[in-house]
């Protein structure tokens, strides 16, 4: 059974670029939550996706958008990339009304220059 | 309201010893408490997780104290090990709404 994929690995853009970042779910989840963790703190949530709908935002940008596919994979886009948008961006899925766990990804580390 | 607040930021123990992190929350709507734990450059790992009407959970060499009057949960690491180095976050949420994570605990156990 296969855990909840990332990619790419990594990725290194220069500042004023957009950058698309994929995810597919754990087998059997529908839920996709997608969060920032800047270096040495904890993952701060962006925004979380159920039934190709955004159901809750947290304190990030319209720079900030994201997608989901009808077999529940996930994107997660930024526009007018920043040098402080560097980060570890973290997939996570769930299972709505069944579970309240949160399985993560492995990540993306995006480098803006 | 949305914070929690873990301490300590760095902790250093011998192999063997019980490792305790703390963390408050003032969201009394949250009804979900989750232990992470991750190692560099990966994704944070469940651990284990506890709902307000325990107070304690166990599963393996790992315990959650929890304190609902006081609005604190804990983790303490039995018997902890070497390959137990690692950060360890702990989070809340309101049912599978968003994790509130804490700011992360830094944890190092010398052989």
């Known amino acids: 059974d296969a855990g909840v994929t990332q990619s790419p690995t990594h990725l290194i853009k220069t500042r004023g670029q957009q950058v698309t970042l994929r995810c597919s779910p754990k087998?059997?989840?529908?839920?996709v939550s997608w969060y920032q963790q800047a270096l040495g703190q904890g993952p701060q949530f962006i925004f979380q996706?159920?039934?190709?709908?955004?159901?809750q935002r947290g304190n990030f940008p319209d720079r900030f958008s994201g997608h989901q596919f009808p077999n529940y994979s996930s994107e997660l886009n930024v526009n007018a990339l920043l040098l402080g948008d560097s980060a570890l961006y973290l997939c996570a899925s769930s299972t709505q009304g069944y579970t309240d766990t949160q399985y993560f990804g492995p990540g993306t580390r995006l480098t803006v220059l | 309201q949305q914070q929690v607040k873990q301490s300590p930021q760095s902790l250093i123990v011998q192999k063997g010893g019980i490792p305790i992190i703390n963390c408050a929350y003032e969201n009394t709507a949250f009804d979900y408490f989750p232990w992470y734990q991750q190692f560099p450059g990966k994704g944070p790992a469940l651990l284990i997780a506890i709902r307000p009407d325990v107070s304690e959970k166990k599963e393996g060499r790992f315990t959650i104290s929890f304190n609902k009057s006081a609005k604190q949960f804990s983790l303490h690491i039995m018997d902890s090990q070497p390959g137990d180095s690692a950060t360890y976050f702990c989070a809340a949420s309101k049912g599978a709404q968003k994790l509130v994570f804490g700011q992360g605990t830094r944890l190092t156990i010398n052989p």
């Open positions: 996706y159920y039934e190709e709908e955004e159901r």
């Open positions: 087998s059997g989840h529908d839920t």
